[in-house]
């Protein structure tokens, strides 16, 4: 059932809060959740110099713990913003991963090509901002050398990414050369292709942030100057949500 506006506004405000520091929320003195819009460009303001800080914090050389084979979790859960009987059908066979935004290359991308590239793995810890956690293990190609393989512009701001279940996200560029991150294409210690309900056929991997920032199914990447937003940040989670 879908919320009545000042429901919907009130949650995200309390989101937006949830997000910010104490110094910041005094900065909201005098003002309470019936204020309207100009509450709502506080917590805003606010979010997005969270992010700015989160940003300037952010190191490409330090790395997410990785962790041995025997503390991986069993099964890995299934989370998504719908149930999993609606994870989405992929046809394979014309699957193609599209480019777009300041790259060179525009060129769509087929599995196999994808898979021809240098591949590495990693044992790491997603973190779901609903308070679990769990370890898996992916296989994939580095974004730092698919972003090299499109010449991408990495002097832009963001690389964004948009899924076949509709879903959408986006992260920074320093995140994206980060050497974790990853286009993942397998999972589990026999390397196998990601099951659907995980990503099938490519999803990212980004240990260094929150997992709502791991989308699946990725259809289409594109590189930007221009604030992407996403589908969870659109809604009051913050932007950045890493290390």
């Known amino acids: ?12 405000r309390m989101l937006l809060r949830s997000g910010l520091s104490l ?7 005098g003002c309470n959740l019936d204020d309207g819009d100009a509450v709502d460009r506080v917590l805003w303001a606010m979010s997005r110099f969270n992010d700015r800080i989160q940003g300037l914090l952010f190191s490409r050389t330090t790395l997410a713990p990785v962790y041995a084979a025997s503390k991986l979790t069993t099964p890995f859960p299934f989370n998504a913003y719908y149930p999993m009987d609606n994870v989405p059908e992929i046809d394979v066979d014309n699957w193609k991963l599209e480019v777009s935004g300041l790259v060179s290359d525009k060129t769509a991308w087929t599995l196999s090509r994808l898979r021809a590239l240098p591949q590495e793995s990693q044992i790491t810890r997603l973190i779901c901002v609903e308070g679990w956690s769990a370890i898996g293990q992916w296989r994939g190609v580095p974004m730092r ?3 090299q393989h499109i010449g991408a512009d990495t002097t832009a701001k963001y690389v964004g990414f948009k899924c076949a279940d509709k879903y959408f996200s986006s992260m920074d ?8 991150t990853i286009l993942a294409l397998d999972t589990g210690p026999a390397n196998e292709p990601l099951p659907p309900q995980y990503g099938y056929p490519l999803r990212i991997r980004v240990p260094t942030k929150l997992g709502f920032k791991n989308p699946k199914h990725i259809a289409a990447i594109y590189v930007t100057n221009k604030y992407p937003g996403g589908y ?7 932007w ?3 290390s």
């Open 145 to 147: 050398t698919f972003l």
């Open 23 to 29: 110094g910041a929320l005094t900065m909201l003195t």
């Open 173 to 180: 560029m320093q995140t994206a050369l980060h050497p974790q």
């Open 232 to 238: 969870w940040e659109d809604q009051g989670y913050n």
């Open 240 to 242: 950045f949500s890493g």
């Open 1 to 12: 059932m879908r919320k009545p506006p000042e429901i919907s506004n009130r949650s995200r």
